[in-house]
């Protein structure tokens, strides 16, 4: 079941780098393409055999990637030298990977949190104006598609201010609809209008308002119908992942997505 074309230009399913030798088998069975979720001790542990060998698999069956890059405890607009340094490795070993999969783009997390920020909001940006521009150079070079996810953001401003401010056709926003839905009273129109010109990219899975549970899309209480109709009105068509964490729930989402698009 492929639904790009209809309303986004590329589909993908989420798989961690962790549980690639289970669920890659039923991935390249089903025609599914990953986003390949990497920790930071997966970069630590693949070896280059490892990397080609995923590339080798995937070219087989004429299939695509997109990278999830490392999170956890790493922040590109740290105030903190060490490990502002320590998140620019990672994010750059992450670059490489991406480039020996051949993957198109890599969805990043850019740091923000309205309440560690809150005292100094101007923090945040200055900092993340100085981290980025070095790797969007390295991105460039690669042809690689550079895309910042909303993930505590109360409000798309400060996401487009440093898109703005960066200007590069080559870092874009991640619109993760679960994230918007539990952390955002903005509603999506106005989400639309300041970060739409930066779309390349959208996380769809859902939740009841509660916590993060990336449930199939339709089993919880997003207004999807909604969302897929400002997308149409927003004259963009992104890539795609279904941020599923198990092979029934990608089958689910699937299914929820192929209704929701019958409808509209």
Not at 22 to 36: I, M, N
Not at 88 to 114: C, K, N
Not at 207 to 229: C, E, L, M, S, W
Request: with cysteine; charged share 20%.
């Amino acid at each position: 079941m492929h639904l790009e074309g209809l309303l986004f230009s590329d589909l993908y399913i989420h798989l961690p780098v962790a549980k690639l030798q289970e669920r890659l088998p039923d991935f390249l069975a089903q025609r599914w393409q990953p986003e390949l979720a990497l920790l930071t001790d997966d970069l630590d542990h693949l070896t280059s055999a490892d990397i080609e060998s995923i590339r080798l698999q995937l070219k087989r069956v004429n299939l695509r990637c997109t990278i999830h890059a490392p999170f956890l405890d790493l922040n590109p607009a740290s105030s903190d030298r060490d490990i502002k340094q320590i998140t620019a490795r990672r994010f750059l070993q992450t670059l490489d990977f991406a480039a020996a999969v051949e993957a198109s783009r890599i969805v990043y997390h850019p740091g923000y949190d309205p309440w560690r920020y809150a005292r100094a909001p101007e923090s945040w940006l200055s900092n993340s104006l100085a981290f980025w521009p070095d790797l969007v150079q390295r991105a460039n070079h690669l042809d690689i598609l550079l895309c910042l996810e909303n993930i505590f953001d109360s409000q798309p401003a400060p996401l487009s201010e440093l898109l703005s401010t960066i200007n590069s056709p080559n870092l874009r926003h991640c619109f993760d609809i679960g994230h918007w839905f539990l952390f955002s009273q903005t509603p999506l129109a106005e989400w639309f209008a300041q970060l739409g010109p930066y779309l390349s990219h959208l996380h769809l899975h859902d939740n009841r308002g509660r916590g993060d549970d990336h449930r199939p899309v339709g089993k919880g209480k997003i207004d999807f119908p909604a969302f897929i109709a400002q997308l149409k009105a927003s004259n963009t068509s992104p890539t795609v992942t279904l941020e599923a964490h198990s092979l029934k729930d990608a089958v689910a989402s699937l299914r929820g997505i192929e209704k929701l698009l019958k409808m509209s």
